[in-house]
Every structure is written in structure tokens, then in C-alpha cells.
């Protein structure tokens, strides 16, 4: 189940490993003081060679990773998912992603828990998930929600408090949620940036690391299933620099909100 790099990562300019690490030099050195980084993998649940070759990459560079679960998928290869993961310890957080990933919606954005649904059926996917996740990973489970596709509707964070949520992570500019609820949101997206042309995207993702190191605080979001060798070693690259840096906190996702 994995699906198409995008074309930054298709056909990466052939500098971007230099700019990439320019583009950290220059947050750090604009945010002037400890930068707080943590990072989530979305869309997980099931083993396969590019999560496995995720989570070495963490390891190696002794970072956390927050990993977002799909429940309806986890059953289903659990075993082997969890083996993957074992290796990393504390490294690595896991947390609800939907129950199903999929679109509920008939018209407008995707959305698993939008506005095209009764509440009370979104609250009984809340449940469903909730449970299958305490069921297969016990006490490992953090009170985290990530809907998918990044966005869900007022209503459904309304619900989350309720259903023994925390916190929610979604990607920057999400609506604040209701009290009670921290928010733990992400602003660099990795994998699955819209630009269709390699150089443009490659610019933009330039800008919007050194923007997020400088603001002191750089959420990435990462998606495995849509990783290539160029995205894994840009990834490498990233991590090891980012490691490197004293200036540079790595914090796990469940132990921040706003």
C-alpha cells in the first residue's frame, strides 16, 4: 500500500542536499535561541520495507516519531507492524489516525469526520477506533488524534474530550479547538506538497524549514508511503543535521500542545 512519490522527490535539483542545508543553517540561526523539532508519520498500521526503513532511520539518528494509526489497519498485519516498531523503544509514540481513512465527504475537501455526517456516527468511529487501538497496543496508545486528511469539523473535536483525548495534531492554520483539548500542529510537509514542478516545490519547502526552525518551533509531517530513495536520503540528510545542532530540541509530539 504505498503510493506515488511526488515530483520533488522524482526528480530532486541536483543541489538539494546543499540547499536544504542552508535552509537549516538559516532558521537556526534566525531563531536565535533552542528550537524545538518533533516529528509524525502518517497513514500507519501496516509493516512493509519503507515504514521498517523509517523507523531505522530514527533510530539511527536517535530521534522520537509519533506515529499515526489507522485502527481498521492494524488488525490486520499487527504482528509484524509491531515488530517493526519494537526496535525503536521509546523513540516511537502511537497514536489514533481516523478509523478507516476514508471520505465521507460528497463535495469540498476530504474529510473522514466532516460536516456530512450525523455526530452521533462520528462519535461511534471515535469509539470504534479508540478501542481497537487499546486493544492491540494496550498502555502504548497516547490520547492523540490526528484525523486524516489533517482536517475534521468543529463538531468532532467537540466530541474528543469526551472519548478520553488530549490532544489533537493537525497541520498549521487548523481552527482552535474547544477548551480542554490541546492542539499539537505541524508546519512542514515533506510528502505531500501539491507543486507539480520539482524546482518550485524544492523553493518552497526551502522556505517554509527555515521559517518553521526560526519561529522555534518545526512540526514535520512526514508520510512513509510516499517516500523514494531521494526522499529517504533528503530525510537522512534532515535528521542528521538537525541531531547535530545544539541548538535543536527534539521533543516527542505528546509532550506539546498550544
Same mark, same amino acid.
Given at each position: 500500500m504505498?503510493?506515488?512519490?511526488l515530483?520533488?522527490?522524482?526528480d530532486?535539483?541536483?543541489?538539494?542536499?546543499?540547499?536544504?542545508?542552508?535552509?537549516?543553517?538559516?532558521?537556526?540561526?534566525?531563531?536565535?535561541?533552542?528550537?524545538?523539532?518533533?516529528?509524525?508519520?502518517?497513514?500507519?498500521?501496516?509493516?512493509?520495507?519503507?515504514?521498517?526503513? *523509517?523507523i531505522? @532511520?530514527?533510530? /539511527?539518528?536517535?530521534?522520537?516519531? &509519533?506515529? $499515526?494509526?489507522? !485502527?481498521?489497519?492494524?488488525?490486520?498485519?499487527c504482528?509484524?507492524?509491531?515488530?517493526?516498531?519494537?526496535?525503536?523503544?521509546?523513540?516511537?509514540?502511537?497514536h489514533?489516525?481516523?478509523?478507516?481513512?476514508?471520505?465521507?465527504?460528497?463535495q469540498?475537501?476530504?474529510q473522514?469526520?466532516?460536516?456530512?455526517?450525523?455526530?452521533?456516527?462520528?462519535?461511534?468511529?471515535?469509539?470504534?477506533?479508540?478501542?481497537?487501538?487499546v486493544r492491540?497496543?494496550?498502555?502504548r496508545?497516547?490520547?492523540?488524534?490526528?484525523?486524516?486528511?489533517?482536517?475534521?469539523?468543529?463538531?468532532?473535536?467537540a466530541? *474528543?474530550?469526551? @472519548?478520553?483525548? /488530549?490532544l489533537?495534531?493537525?497541520? &498549521?492554520? $487548523?481552527?482552535? !479547538?474547544?477548551?480542554?483539548?490541546?492542539?499539537?500542529?505541524?508546519?512542514?510537509?515533506?510528502?505531500?506538497?501539491?507543486?507539480?514542478?520539482p524546482?518550485?516545490?524544492?523553493?518552497?519547502?526551502?522556505?517554509?524549514?527555515?521559517?518553521?526552525?526560526?519561529?522555534?518551533r518545526?512540526?514535520?509531517?512526514?508520510?512513509?508511503?510516499?517516500?523514494?530513495?531521494?526522499?529517504?536520503?533528503a530525510?537522512d540528510l534532515?535528521l542528521g543535521?538537525l541531531?547535530a545542532s545544539?541548538?535543536v530540541?527534539?521533543?516527542?509530539?505528546?509532550d506539546?500542545?498550544?
Amino acid at each position: 500500500m504505498s503510493a506515488a512519490p511526488l515530483p520533488l522527490w522524482q526528480d530532486p535539483p541536483p543541489d538539494f542536499d546543499a540547499r536544504l542545508d542552508a535552509a537549516v543553517a538559516a532558521g537556526l540561526e534566525r531563531a536565535g535561541g533552542p528550537v524545538r523539532v518533533f516529528f509524525r508519520d502518517d497513514d500507519c498500521g501496516l509493516p512493509g520495507a519503507h515504514f521498517t526503513r *523509517l523507523i531505522a @532511520l530514527f533510530i /539511527r539518528h536517535r530521534l522520537p516519531l &509519533a506515529l $499515526a494509526v489507522v !485502527p481498521a489497519w492494524l488488525p490486520l498485519k499487527c504482528g509484524e507492524f509491531l515488530a517493526a516498531v519494537e526496535p525503536a523503544g521509546e523513540l516511537v509514540s502511537l497514536h489514533m489516525h481516523g478509523l478507516r481513512h476514508v471520505n465521507h465527504e460528497r463535495q469540498g475537501k476530504k474529510q473522514e469526520f466532516g460536516p456530512a455526517r450525523e455526530a452521533a456516527a462520528k462519535a461511534l468511529d471515535l469509539s470504534r477506533g479508540r478501542e481497537i487501538l487499546v486493544r492491540y497496543l494496550g498502555a502504548r496508545l497516547r490520547p492523540v488524534f490526528t484525523p486524516p486528511w489533517n482536517r475534521c469539523d468543529a463538531e468532532t473535536l467537540a466530541l *474528543l474530550p469526551g @472519548l478520553g483525548f /488530549r490532544l489533537v495534531s493537525r497541520y &498549521a492554520g $487548523a481552527p482552535t !479547538p474547544p477548551p480542554g483539548l490541546g492542539a499539537v500542529d505541524l508546519n512542514v510537509d515533506l510528502h505531500t506538497r501539491r507543486e507539480a514542478d520539482p524546482e518550485r516545490a524544492a523553493r518552497l519547502l526551502e522556505s517554509d524549514l527555515a521559517a518553521a526552525l526560526a519561529s522555534g518551533r518545526a512540526g514535520f509531517m512526514l508520510h512513509h508511503r510516499r517516500m523514494n530513495d531521494s526522499a529517504f536520503s533528503a530525510l537522512d540528510l534532515l535528521l542528521g543535521l538537525l541531531a547535530a545542532s545544539p541548538a535543536v530540541r527534539p521533543v516527542p509530539l505528546e509532550d506539546l500542545a498550544t
